[in-house]
């Protein structure tokens, strides 16, 4: 009984031995069909950058990070720009949004001219409109949804697009096409911008101010 029971568990043990080396190509074969499910899941991120340009000088950058999680979208540009007209001047802005299902839920911008603030606006959807703040002021804006902000136009070409959301001057301002991949937005200012595309992607905006003329080229 003895020899029995030794042969048996040895016998049981190399079974167990041998299903274990059968059982791993099943495991990894597996653990690659995850990864190549969870590929897709996964936060997608483009950056670019653009150089900024006064009279044909760099004056300084701007950085634009696209991240795409899944029905979520936040987009983020930073610049900063010192460029000397009358005397130097200094501009840092912040921009950011950030979508759900295509509905922005929030966007933010700030910007500061020599250190000093000037601009500091919120915009935040909260019970089926959107909750605006400018400088500290809170109001109502009452739209359902926004689809298309002014930090979009720099991540897709603005097709069949006629208004856009400015988070800056907080409503919706009107979009005109120029012919093939440009565009003009009219700022309630007085001011204008142009926006060109190149493959869906913005690759050159002009700043036509009643003082200036400043260009974002798309750096590759």
């Not at 949004?97 to 601009?119: C, F, H, I, P, W």
Request: hydrophobic share 35%; proline share 2%.
């Amino acid at each position: 009984m003895w020899l029995v029971r030794k042969y048996w568990f040895q016998s049981k043990r190399r079974q167990q031995s041998r299903n274990n080396i059968y059982a791993l190509p099943k495991i990894v074969k597996l653990i690659i069909l995850l990864i190549l499910f969870a590929v897709p899941a996964m936060a997608q991120q483009q950056a670019y950058r653009y150089a900024v340009l006064y009279k044909g000088n760099n004056i300084g950058n701007m950085y634009l990070t696209q991240q795409q999680n899944g029905d979520e979208l936040f987009v983020k540009i930073t610049s900063a720009i010192q460029m000397r007209m009358v005397m130097s001047v200094r501009v840092n802005v912040a921009e950011e949004a950030s979508y759900k299902d295509g509905k922005l839920m929030y966007s933010s911008v700030y910007r500061e001219v020599n250190g000093k603030q000037k601009t500091n606006r919120q915009t935040k959807y909260c019970n089926g409109c959107y909750e605006i703040t400018a400088e500290g002021k809170k109001s109502k804006l009452y739209k359902t949804g926004i689809h298309y902000n002014l930090t979009r136009l720099y991540c897709k070409e603005p097709v069949n697009i006629s208004q856009v959301y400015s988070d800056a001057f907080q409503q919706f301002i009107n979009l005109k096409p120029l012919g093939a991949h440009k565009y003009k937005l009219q700022l309630p200012d007085g001011n204008y911008n142009l926006y060109y595309y190149q493959n869906g992607i913005c690759n050159k905006v002009e700043v036509h101010s009643t003082f200036y003329t400043v260009q974002m080229q798309l750096m590759e």
